[in-house]
């Protein structure tokens, strides 16, 4: 017997009552995947905690990902993680989790970093609520090998987007 749940796959994501949605604007177009397939029932405790990293960077769809979110009836609440501080950040979440009356989680891990899902994942577990994990997985992962070569070759191989990663 597994203690992992079985995966599945889904064509639409609906969120129960008092679920909170948590996403990042990533900067890959999975990071929009389930937003796009997010199904909302309109009330009063329909809630969206959206991610924004710093230092910020252009590529992020952080405001595409608001928008389909407010679009789909919910409340947006943005909370900003930065990936050099980190410090404080589980505070904040825990605190936009009470104020939004969450009976549960669904995190959408898709956009996150490993640390910032470590963190969120551990907030969860401290509130005792239910967790929903979705994930959609990237098509390619960065960097290449020749990417990681480069890096390696100019000596930069030490910075954590230059090791290679598979699926």
Do not use: W
């Amino acid at each position: 017997m597994s203690i992992l749940p079985r995966l599945v796959s889904v064509s639409r994501l609906r969120l129960a009552p008092g679920e909170v949605f948590v996403a990042a604007g990533g900067f890959e177009e999975r990071a929009l995947a389930f937003a796009k397939l997010l199904d909302v029932d309109r009330g009063p405790t329909n809630t969206a905690i959206v991610i924004q990293y710093l230092p910020k960077e252009e590529a992020n769809m952080l405001g595409e990902l608001r928008t389909l979110l407010k679009a789909k009836g919910l409340e947006v609440v943005t909370l900003q993680y930065d990936r050099h501080q980190p410090a404080g950040f589980d505070d904040q979440f825990k605190v936009a989790l009470q104020n939004a009356r969450a009976s549960s989680v669904c995190l959408d891990m898709s956009g996150l970093s490993r640390f910032a899902i470590m963190i969120t994942c551990d907030v969860v577990r401290e509130l005792n609520l239910p967790l929903r994990i979705a994930y959609a997985e990237a098509f390619d992962y960065a960097p290449t090998k020749e990417d990681f070569e480069q890096a390696k070759a100019n000596a930069q191989q030490h910075l954590p987007t230059s090791f290679i990663h598979t699926g």
